[in-house]
Nanobody
Framework: QVHLVESGGGSVQAGGSLRLSCSASRYIVSNGWMGWFRQAPGKEREGVASIDSVENTRYDDSVKGRFTIFKDITNNTLVLQMNSLKPEDTAMYYC?????????????????WGQGTQVTVSS
């Protein structure tokens, strides 16, 4: 069983920044295809960013140029740096691992999930 633990969520004003972290095993972070997803109330869970085992990345158009996904191998952590936040970024953010398709942003392509961390952006 793979255990993923997110942290770093919170409340921020529009234009601000937050850094989300997802703690996992060294093997998963070093070798896995991982991603960040988000789910706003009443909406489907959507892919935000993904990263493969050699740290190629892919972003949803809504966050390109504002969000950065990367792996902190030293600390066994997947990171999502979020800058220039907008109210529409408000959602529960989830870390995912065990991707079955490289750089996928589809929920169905991931096996393991964290419990989520809330991000709220006020205008």
């Amino acid at each position: 069983q793979v255990h993923l633990v997110e942290s770093g969520g919170g409340s921020v004003q529009a234009g601000g920044s937050l850094r989300l972290s997802c703690s996992a095993s060294r093997y998963i972070v070093s070798n896995g295809w991982m991603g960040w997803f988000r789910q706003a109330p009443g909406k489907e869970r959507e892919g935000v960013a993904s990263i493969d085992s050699v740290e190629n990345t892919r972003y949803d158009d809504s966050v390109k140029g504002r969000f950065t996904i990367f792996k902190d191998i030293t600390n066994n952590t997947l990171v999502l740096q979020m800058n220039s936040l907008k109210p529409e970024d408000t959602a529960m953010y989830y870390c995912a691992a065990g991707g079955r398709l490289s750089l996928s942003l589809q929920r169905s392509d991931y096996t393991w999930w964290g419990q989520g961390t809330q991000v709220t952006v006020s205008s």
